[in-house]
């Protein structure tokens, strides 16, 4: 479902997604701020900063720091009011990637069932993923699909029998029967998805990209209890007063937070990304 961007399709956008788990919208970007956006990455491409697999996925995290564009898009006030209404809180960056299929035509690229909220959980659930589509993607582009209504399941197990995470749903085994969405359409339209909205994405099966810029927001008072920590972390998207540092559970209990800002600080580097903790 594909929205203009006025205040009264932003309303019936926020009702479709507390519905659905996920939204489209289709005129968020201007035909030049789009082309400012494909510029940037471009440039970030051949100069080594953002990368593109052949055959597997390469990690293109923090990309706010790639380009001051990046930075700016993150902050783009039409984004940033559309991810505030979906919350319905005080909003900040939670992390910022470049997400590409490999180029490798056939069979590479697939992602499996899953939920974001298991890879890094916080003390609540306002969270979303906006994702802005870089190319134009039909059925062999190996697109998002949602299942819509599941962000209302709560979180699922993404843990396998060892004990280990497994970087999919393994709390059912029932999601390819179910009926999901499938996100196709033009270079350029920016979608929205609730943190625990199953999704999926089939390998690439046609020549060429599929490139994904995903900002993730969240609420100021959801706070961050396990996964990695970006350097991006906590980036601020929008004006608020200064208040104090908050965490908010699903009952709505809250506690005062202490620290630098009430942010995690790691003295000893352990909490690094890419860093296990002995």
Not at 41 to 52: C, K, N, P, Q, S
Not at 106 to 116: C, E, K, P
Not at 128 to 154: N, T
Not at 192 to 210: I, M, N, Q, V
Request: charged share 25%.
């Amino acid at each position: 479902m594909a929205h203009a961007f006025t205040a009264s399709k932003i309303e019936q956008a926020a009702r479709f997604h507390d519905e659905n788990g996920f939204v489209v919208f289709s005129d968020i970007l201007s035909h030049e701020e789009f082309a400012t956006l494909r510029a940037a990455v471009d440039v970030a491409l051949t100069e080594g900063r953002l990368r593109v697999g052949e055959g597997d996925f390469v990690s293109n995290n923090d990309i706010v720091f790639a380009d001051a564009r990046f930075e700016a898009l993150c902050r783009h006030p039409k984004i940033v009011t559309i991810a505030r209404k979906l919350i319905g809180h005080p909003i900040e960056l939670q992390h910022a990637k470049f997400n590409a299929k490999p180029l490798k035509d056939q069979g590479a690229g697939t992602v499996r069932w899953h939920q974001d909220y298991p890879f890094y959980p916080h003390t609540n659930y306002d969270m979303v993923s906006s994702i802005v589509h870089l190319d134009d993607e039909d059925e062999h582009a190996g697109p998002v699909r949602f299942i819509q209504g599941s962000h209302k399941w709560g979180p699922l197990s993404h843990v396998a029998p060892d004990g280990k995470f497994a970087y999919e749903c393994t709390g059912r085994l029932d999601l390819d029967d179910l009926p999901s969405t499938l996100i196709t359409g033009p270079a350029g339209q920016v979608s929205f998805h609730h943190c625990l909205t199953l999704h999926t994405s089939a390998p690439k099966r046609r020549p060429g990209h599929r490139r994904f810029v995903v900002f993730q927001y969240r609420a100021v008072d959801a706070v961050q209890m396990a996964g990695v920590v970006w350097r991006c972390n906590g980036m601020a998207v929008e004006e608020r007063s200064p208040e104090p540092r908050m965490a908010r559970f699903p009952d709505g209990a809250t506690v005062e937070l202490r620290g630098l800002g009430g942010r995690l600080f790691d003295m000893a580097g352990r909490l690094a990304p890419d860093r296990p903790a002995p």
